[in-house]
């Protein structure tokens, strides 16, 4: 996928925000992560206090963390009866990718002329007229708060309210005030999650200047935090189990590889998205710069041949999980048998430093991308193969 650009800036998108005379879709990548979820929330709540009409669309599944916060009553998500009205504007948050929006294809392709894509992925594929990208940003949650800190402004406080916000950058507010703090948790939530609770290399100043703002604001992180990671149930420990029982490690250990199959799946109870963060465990190994998770997923069909899916690269995101190494190759734990007819979800994360490998070009020749430390790839192979060709790019990545 081509790295995307912008041709416009975010006080060019707030007029277009302002001066769009009827309702404003809103929508991101399927399967919204907390920086998708939080994006869509914030910029939903802001234009509704403008006096905007907005439609908030989420492709499903919206996953059931996200769906119990505030802010998701706002929202619609995609089934086959909903009725879409025509808009006047559509923005599209946290993506820029065709591979993350084929459930809405119909709706947004017809409308490009009017879209505004807001992202701070590395690419994307959506030739939509309006588009602020910026990559430096942790999440993009933090350029939609620079995006209502231009709507705030111009239209009297009306969007910050009395949730405590002023008008300037980072001088915080009225602490402690009872206001309306959907706005804020939602874009605690954004960068939260996607700078993995501020501990990735995409965190920088600005991120926790907002996130100070956030908690005069009245968010409660330690809340938010416990509500989206604490949450698990015992059958993700049984399938961290799996997931390090077929651990290898590779080009002298400063890479792992994971695997995990249906049956996987099947034998613990587990459910696919459970693979969440179950990738940053080896991590915690020194040596280890590069990690990848393989997985066997029934929602990789085979009909579609190397579907590129960056969603899978937001870090927090995480889409992992590993079947079982081939034989003769990297050595892993024999015996698991791969399932039949599943593609595969391939997720990589590394870690920054001098010689820090760049996961989105690892990503990218497996057809998907994401960011330079976290990125992530389709395949319709059998496993097997996956974690094969898979350890063979991470071995070369290393002797490049
Ligand atoms: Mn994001």
């Not at 919206?62 to 009725?83: E, I, K, R, Y």
């Not at 959907?182 to 960068?191: D, E, N, S």
């Not at 993995?196 to 965190?203: E, L, Q, V």
């Not at 077929?246 to 693979?275: P, W, Y």
Request: hydrophobic share 40%.
């Amino acid at each position: 996928m081509p790295e995307h650009q912008s041709n416009t800036t975010l006080a060019a998108a707030a007029d277009l925000i302002r001066k769009a005379d009827g309702t404003i879709f809103i929508t991101t990548h399927a399967k919204p992560d907390g920086d998708a979820f939080g994006s869509v929330v914030a910029l939903t709540c802001a234009l509704q206090k403008l006096g905007k009409q907005t439609f908030p669309c989420f492709a499903p599944p919206v996953p059931a963390q996200l769906a119990d916060l505030p802010g998701h009553d706002l929202t619609h998500t995609l089934h086959d009866n909903l009725t879409i009205p025509d808009c006047a504007l559509y923005i599209i948050v946290d993506t820029g990718a065709w591979s993350q929006l084929e459930p809405l294809r119909n709706i947004l392709e017809p409308n490009l002329a009017n879209t505004l894509i807001i992202d701070h992925h590395l690419s994307g594929d959506i030739p939509a007229a309006h588009k602020v990208i910026d990559a430096n940003a942790g999440a993009c949650a933090e350029i939609i708060a620079e995006l209502l800190d231009l709507l705030d402004q111009s239209s009297g406080g009306a969007v910050w309210g009395d949730s405590g916000a002023s008008s300037g950058s980072n001088s915080g507010a009225n602490s402690g005030g009872g206001g309306d703090t959907t706005i804020a948790q939602a874009l605690f939530v954004g960068i939260g999650s996607d700078t993995g609770w501020f501990r990735f290399s995409n965190t920088r100043p600005q991120t926790h200047r907002l996130a100070a703002r956030l908690l005069e604001m009245g968010v409660d992180h330690a809340d938010l935090y416990a509500r989206l990671h604490q949450t698990e149930r015992p059958a993700k420990l049984a399938l961290l189990t799996r997931a390090l029982d077929s651990l290898t490690l590779l080009a002298n250990d400063r890479a792992a590889i994971m695997s995990l199959t249906q049956q996987d799946f099947k034998d613990t109870g587990a459910r696919e998205e459970e693979t969440e963060r179950l990738i940053d465990i080896p991590q915690q190994v020194k040596t280890i710069q590069v990690v990848a998770l393989v997985t066997e997923s029934t929602t990789v069909t085979q009909e579609v041949p190397l579907l590129c899916d960056p969603a899978t690269a937001t870090p927090g995101a995480g889409a992992e999980t590993t079947g079982e190494t081939a034989g003769g190759t990297a050595g892993g734990t024999p015996g698991k048998t791969p399932g039949a007819g599943a593609g595969v979800r391939i997720s990589f994360r590394s870690k920054p430093g001098p010689n820090a490998i760049n996961v989105a070009d690892l990503a990218a020749q497996f057809g998907g991308g994401g960011h330079a430390r976290a990125a992530g790839a389709k395949l319709t192979v059998p496993i097997n193969e996956a974690v094969h060709r898979v350890s063979q790019a991470i071995q070369a990545a290393f002797n490049g």
